[in-house]
T-cell receptor, first 112, second 113 residues
């Protein structure tokens, strides 16, 4: 399973764009990159998933360079409610049950 | 609405007792998982199951047991052999192939008193 490395914490101000980068140097060909958001005392929530290039949905964008050894989660115009822990995970799409490895994540704190 | 239901939300256990945490899903997902989370830490995999009547140990299975008698249900028993059971327990489910992602329950906070 590919190991991921993220910053432990980040601070931002309301209205700013936040970019959280995750490194996954040993990502395999079949691996997808998925980001989750977790609020205190709640289960993680799926944010976005991608394989290569750029993926955008209504809450975030995910940028993946050609070598796929890193990825960047971009949150546009954050608000106080975006304060949470963000996890980057790498895993395979098909086959047996996917054993996702959650690192410690990135604690994002949005300040007023 | 489809989802995963964990119960109870809070659970208190006396030392030496076994307790069972419930996890039910109506998403028709094949795979189910149990994770443990300690304060300020990431999630660690306890057990997972791909199919009814089959399950595999994760990274920290000692002191825990599970069963998968129905596709919808994956209860976790924290036994007295688990030396430090106080933690936040999360259940998740997923399909096995195709679009990839976990759906998590809202968690059970277990405290040993």
């Amino acid at each position: 399973l590919a190991k991921t490395t993220q910053p432990i914490s980040m601070d931002s101000y309301e209205g700013q764009e936040v970019n959280i980068t995750c490194s996954h140097n040993n990502i395999a060909t079949n691996d997808y990159i998925t980001w989750y958001q977790q609020f205190p005392s709640q289960g993680p929530r799926f944010i976005i998933q991608g394989y290569k290039t750029k993926v955008t949905n209504e809450v975030a964008s995910l940028f993946i360079p050609a070598d796929r050894k890193s990825s960047t989660l971009s949150l546009p115009r954050v608000s106080l409610s975006d304060t949470a822990v963000y996890y980057c995970l790498v895993g395979r799409v098909s086959g047996s049950a996917r054993q996702l490895t959650f690192g410690s994540g990135t604690q994002l704190t949005v300040l007023p | 609405d489809g989802g995963i239901t964990q119960s109870p939300k809070y659970l208190f256990r006396k030392e030496g007792q076994n307790v069972t945490l419930s996890c039910e899903q109506n998403l028709n997902h094949d795979a189910m998982y149990w994770y443990r989370q300690d304060p300020g830490q990431g999630l660690r995999l306890i057990y997972y199951s791909q199919i009814v009547n089959d399950f595999q140990k994760g990274d920290i299975a000692e002191g825990y047991s599970v069963s998968r008698e129905k596709k919808e249900s994956f209860p976790l028993t924290v036994t007295s052999a688990q030396k430090n059971p106080t933690a936040f327990y999360l259940c998740a489910s997923s399909i096995l192939a195709g679009e990839y992602g976990y759906t998590f329950g809202s968690g059970t906070r277990l405290t040993v008193v």
